[in-house]
């Protein structure tokens, strides 16, 4: 092979190369959102069946409201609607207490904790993405026991799931056919797990009726929705304004 025949098949294996780096992106993001949409299926069903076991939903965790343990979301910041596990939430032995959808692994409902992560997941600012490898240190530690260090060097606090879990103040099902209860991580424009060029592209959400709907109506996607969109901070966007989060909820379709 010369030189000259040599120079022209990097050329078009670099052309090949970049027309198909876009279309393998693509397909990752839609093997992502069909994950993601079989977890939040699986979590719907063990919402189920704790609610035939107990005869009530897992209670939302209100960090700052007059009782931790609550079905009013009066004073709920929905960040804390994704939190599992507190460290100021122990038992008497010292053991992180379970907190919203950890419920359905202490009830068995839900066997795997792994399914309450999306793999689509961005980086969360000085987080790793929130991923069960991240609260389980790659799989050495029991998932519930153990808190990592984040990237900034300090210990969390917290452990989370990626999906928010939220109950419009009910404790039943059946009072919640047409909201969405479970939903992809919107706290802020840059949290959200399925984007394309650069911006977001839709939430999978889980209403409780028991199905799953890609979200991606272009009204769910206003700046205003989002405290300025991309140029909000983190602690600027829908999870941190109880307003925000209800609006962009009003907007998901049953």
Same mark, same amino acid.
């Given at each position: 092979?010369? =030189?000259?025949?040599?120079? #022209?098949?990097?050329?078009?294996?670099? =052309? @090949?190369?970049? @027309?198909?780096?876009?279309?393998?992106?693509?397909?990752?993001?839609? !093997?992502?959102?069909?994950?993601?949409?079989? %977890?939040?299926?699986?979590?719907?069903? !063990?919402?189920?069946?704790?609610?035939?076991?107990?005869?009530?939903?897992?209670?939302? /965790?209100?960090?700052?409201? +007059?009782?931790?343990?609550? /079905?009013?979301?009066?004073?709920?910041?929905?960040?804390?609607?994704?939190?599992?596990?507190?460290?100021?939430?122990?038992?008497?032995?010292?053991?992180?207490?379970?907190?919203?959808?950890? /419920?359905?692994?202490?009830? *068995?409902?839900?066997? $795997?904790?792994?399914?309450?992560?999306?793999?689509?997941?961005?980086?969360?600012?000085? *987080?790793? +993405?929130?991923?069960?490898?991240?609260?389980?240190?790659?799989?050495?530690?029991?998932?519930?026991?153990? @808190?990592?260090?984040?990237?900034?060097?300090?210990?969390? $606090?917290?452990?989370?799931?990626?999906? *928010? /879990?939220?109950?419009?103040?009910?404790?039943?099902?059946?009072?919640?056919?047409?909201?969405? #209860?479970?939903?992809? %991580?919107?706290?802020?424009?840059?949290?959200?797990?399925?984007?394309?060029?650069?911006? +977001?592209?839709?939430? %999978?959400?889980?209403?409780?009726?028991?199905?799953?709907?890609?979200?991606?109506?272009?009204?769910?996607?206003?700046?205003?929705?989002?405290?300025?969109?991309?140029? !909000?901070?983190?602690?600027?966007?829908?999870?941190?304004?109880? %307003? =925000?989060?209800? !609006? @962009?909820?009003?907007?998901?379709?049953?």
């Amino acid at each position: 092979m010369t =030189l000259v025949e040599l120079l #022209v098949t990097m050329g078009i294996l670099s =052309l @090949l190369t970049g @027309l198909l780096m876009p279309a393998l992106g693509r397909v990752r993001q839609v !093997a992502y959102r069909i994950e993601c949409g079989a %977890n939040l299926r699986s979590i719907g069903l !063990a919402l189920h069946g704790y609610e035939q076991d107990l005869d009530r939903l897992p209670p939302q /965790y209100d960090r700052w409201g +007059p009782v931790a343990q609550t /079905y009013d979301n009066q004073y709920l910041e929905p960040w804390i609607s994704y939190v599992a596990f507190h460290q100021d939430e122990q038992d008497e032995e010292g053991r992180m207490l379970p907190l919203q959808l950890a /419920y359905l692994i202490e009830q *068995h409902t839900l066997a $795997d904790p792994e399914v309450l992560y999306c793999p689509g997941q961005p980086l969360s600012g000085d *987080h790793a +993405p929130f991923t069960y490898a991240y609260y389980t240190d790659q799989g050495n530690q029991t998932w519930g026991e153990f @808190l990592p260090i984040k990237a900034n060097g300090q210990a969390d $606090d917290k452990i989370r799931s990626s999906y *928010h /879990y939220w109950l419009h103040d009910r404790r039943r099902l059946s009072r919640l056919s047409r909201q969405p #209860v479970l939903l992809d %991580n919107i706290q802020h424009w840059n949290s959200v797990a399925h984007h394309a060029r650069g911006r +977001p592209r839709g939430v %999978n959400a889980w209403f409780g009726d028991g199905h799953v709907a890609f979200q991606s109506q272009d009204a769910l996607f206003e700046p205003d929705l989002w405290n300025g969109g991309a140029q !909000a901070g983190p602690w600027d966007g829908p999870g941190n304004d109880p %307003n =925000l989060f209800m !609006a @962009l909820l009003d907007q998901m379709s049953p």
